[in-house]
C-alpha cells in the first residue's frame, strides 16, 4: 500500500531551531496539499502545490514558513526559527486532478513540539 | 468565506445506539461535502463524500445527505459499534478553482458497549 508517508513521525525541538519535514505523496498525485492541526480543532489549511508550482499559500503561513516541492513528486516545509506556538500536527496530503469532489488522501503527520 | 459548523462533542452513545452528527455549511458556489474519520492513531480517511445537491454518501453503515437548502451534511449510522468510535471531520472543497479543503472542529465520538 503506498499512501502518503511523511517524516519524521515525531519532532521535539527548541525554540529559535529550524526544523524541516518531508512528505511524499502517492505517485501518480499531481496536487500536494499541507495542513497544521492542533488539539481539538480540525486541519487548517497551510499551502497547496500543483506539481512543483506552490499555487496558494495561507496567511497562517508566516515568512518562516516555507515548502518546497521541486520535482513535483516529494515536498519539504521547513520552519524556522520555531517558537511554542508551532506546536500542532503538519499533515500533507495528495490528490489526482480531476472531476468534482476530488478526494485528498492524508499521510500519518509529523507531530513537532517546540519547548 | 468558506466555513464549517459541526456539532460539538464529545458524543457517548451505547452500542447499536443511532447516531447523527451535525455539519451545516457556509460557501460561495456549489462546494463538494466530505467526511472524514481519525481513528485513535491514525491518519485521516475519507468515510463519504457528496459532490451536488441530493447526492447521498454511504460508506460503512454511515450515510450523509447534501441538503443544499439547509446547507446541511449531516453523518448517521443506524446502530453504531465499539469500533466506531474515533474523530469524526465535516469538510468542504470548491471545486475548479479553490482546492483546499476547510474543515469543522471535529466531533469525537466514543461507543460504550
Known amino acids: 500500500d503506498t499512501g502518503v508517508s511523511q517524516d519524521p513521525r515525531h519532532k521535539i525541538t527548541k525554540r529559535g531551531q529550524n526544523v524541516t519535514f518531508r512528505c511524499d505523496p502517492i505517485?501518480?498525485?499531481?496536487?500536494l496539499y499541507w495542513y497544521r492541526q492542533t488539539l481539538g480543532q480540525g486541519p487548517e489549511f497551510l499551502t497547496y502545490?500543483?506539481?512543483?508550482?506552490?499555487?496558494?499559500k495561507s496567511r497562517l503561513l508566516s515568512d518562516r514558513f516555507s515548502a518546497e516541492r521541486p520535482k513535483g513528486s516529494f515536498s519539504t516545509l521547513e520552519i524556522q526559527r520555531t517558537e511554542q506556538g508551532d506546536s500542532a500536527m503538519y499533515l500533507c496530503?495528495?490528490?489526482?486532478?480531476?472531476?468534482?469532489?476530488?478526494?485528498?488522501?492524508f499521510g500519518p503527520g509529523t507531530r513537532l513540539t517546540v519547548l | 468565506g468558506n466555513s464549517v459548523t459541526q456539532m460539538e462533542g464529545p458524543v457517548t452513545l451505547s452500542e447499536e445506539a443511532f447516531l447523527t452528527i451535525n455539519c451545516t455549511y457556509t460557501a460561495t458556489g456549489y462546494p463538494s461535502l466530505f467526511w472524514y474519520v481519525q481513528y485513535p492513531g491514525e491518519g485521516l480517511q475519507l468515510l463519504l463524500k457528496a459532490t451536488k445537491a441530493d447526492d447521498k454518501g454511504s460508506n460503512k453503515g454511515f450515510e450523509a445527505t447534501y441538503r443544499k437548502e439547509t446547507t446541511s451534511f449531516h453523518l448517521e449510522k443506524g446502530s453504531v459499534q465499539v469500533s466506531d468510535s474515533a474523530v469524526y471531520f465535516c469538510a468542504l472543497r470548491r471545486d475548479f478553482g479553490n482546492e483546499k479543503l476547510t474543515f469543522g472542529t471535529g466531533t469525537r465520538l466514543t461507543i460504550i458497549p
Open positions: 496530503a495528495s490528490s489526482l486532478e480531476g472531476l468534482a469532489g476530488e478526494v485528498a488522501f
Open positions: 505517485s501518480e498525485h499531481n496536487r
Open positions: 502545490f500543483q506539481n512543483e508550482a506552490q499555487l496558494e
